[in-house]
Structures are given as structure tokens and as C-alpha cells.
């Protein structure tokens, strides 16, 4: 199993450009996330997703679109980038329940300059 | 709204305990989870606390009260690749909210 596979693994942007981070996860889970992580700090929740069809805003949503067409998919969208969102994100996705804890992608590291 | 309080560092000794301690206030509370973080890569769960009392995991150990809206990660004899920073994390709901995070030194 490969788990939560993000793409790409590092991008530049530059300031007004749009992009979609990829998040696929093979391990059939019903929840999906996405989180941001500034140096040095914690997680931020951006959106996420209970099932296909589903999705819902988190924490700090602003600039950030996604889609949960399927389950295996949760796109995160960018647009018109700004230096605010240069950061690492990272897809987490999770089956039977929390208690169980998140699997997370490996992360994007993204640079708006 | 919510937040969670944990120390920005923590330094120990190798072979060493550490205790890392977290306070939260949040409403829909279900439980409190940590998270290990080792530099440049993403978040492992390391365990997760719905009741009162004390879960062990190896050489780790996490506790909560939720009369005292508190918990702790203790980690026994440490090990250099113990060194990363920790996160506490309450589930609530659908989601994870995370604190900040304890950066762990540990020094040989």
C-alpha cells in the first residue's frame, strides 16, 4: 500500500498564479484533510472531507478551494497565490475514526515569491 | 473557540524521562491525540486518549485527565531519534485541531 501519495513534492509560485496540490490515498478511508504547516509552528486545518461529495471548511480556508469527486482523491486548489501561503501542506486521511489517528502524505513544500 | 497550551522546548538527557504536558480548552471534546514530528518530515500518531488514565505504548505513555482539560506524553529511556517535536491534538468532531508544539533536545 502506498498510503497518502502528495504531489508535487516542491513547487515555486509566482505572486497571482493558481495551482492544485494532489492528495490521493489508497487505503479506501471516508475522511480526508488538509493542513498547513508555517516554520516552527503547527498544524493549521485549511478544509476537509467526510466522504465523497462532502466537504467542509476548517480553520483557515481563505485562498483555498478543494473537491471530493472520489474517494480516493481531496485536490487541493490555490488561486491567485499570495507570499501569505508560502508554506508546507499536508493531506491526511483517516478510516475508522480519529482514535485511530490520521495517516498523512509526505507533504508539499510551497514557495509564493 | 479553542486552543491548546504546550511548552515551545524541552530539554533532556539521553536515557532519560521527559514529560510533555498540554492544556486545551474546546468545546465538543472527544479526545486528545499526540503526534511526532522529526524535522523536514510529516506527522506520526503516536496515541490517543479518550478516557481518563494513563494509555502505554512502549516506551511512550500518554495521560488525560478531562476533569483538568490535561494531558501529558511521557517518554522512557530516550533516544537521540527521539529528538523532533511533539503535538497535542484534541478530536473534535470530524476533525484534529493541533497545538504548536514541544520541541524535544535531547543531549547525549
Known amino acids: 500500500n502506498a498510503g497518502v501519495t502528495q504531489t508535487p513534492k516542491f513547487r515555486i509560485l509566482k505572486i497571482g498564479q493558481s495551482m492544485t496540490l494532489q492528495c490521493t490515498q489508497d487505503?479506501?478511508?471516508?475522511?480526508m484533510y488538509w493542513y498547513r504547516q508555517d516554520p516552527g509552528m503547527g498544524l493549521k486545518l485549511i478544509y476537509y472531507?467526510?466522504?465523497?461529495?462532502?466537504?467542509d471548511k476548517g480553520e483557515v480556508p481563505n485562498g483555498y478551494n478543494v473537491s471530493r469527486s472520489t474517494t480516493e482523491d481531496f485536490p487541493l486548489r490555490l488561486e491567485l497565490a499570495a507570499p501569505s501561503q508560502t508554506s508546507v501542506y499536508f493531506c491526511?486521511?483517516?478510516?475508522?475514526?480519529?482514535?485511530?489517528?490520521?495517516?498523512f502524505g509526505s507533504g508539499t513544500r510551497l514557495t509564493v515569491v | 473557540g479553542q486552543s491548546l497550551e504546550q511548552p515551545s522546548e524541552v530539554t533532556a538527557v539521553e536515557g532519560a524521562i521527559v514529560q510533555i504536558n498540554c492544556t486545551y480548552q474546546?468545546?465538543?471534546?472527544?479526545?486528545l491525540s499526540w503526534y511526532q514530528q522529526h524535522d523536514g518530515g510529516a506527522p506520526t500518531f503516536l496515541s490517543y486518549?479518550?478516557?481518563?488514565g494513563l494509555e502505554e505504548t512502549g516506551r511512550f505513555s500518554s495521560f488525560l485527565s478531562r476533569s483538568d482539560s490535561y494531558g501529558y506524553l511521557l517518554l522512557q529511556e530516550l533516544q537521540m531519534k527521539d529528538s523532533a517535536s511533539y503535538f497535542c491534538a484534541v478530536n473534535r468532531d470530524d476533525k484534529i485541531i493541533f497545538g504548536k508544539g514541544t520541541r524535544l533536545h535531547i543531549l547525549p
Open positions: 487505503m479506501n478511508h471516508n475522511y
Open positions: 474546546t468545546s465538543g471534546f472527544y479526545g
Open positions: 472531507s467526510v466522504g465523497a461529495g462532502i466537504t
Open positions: 491526511a486521511s483517516s478510516g475508522q475514526g480519529l482514535d485511530y489517528g490520521y495517516t
Open positions: 486518549n479518550a478516557l481518563d
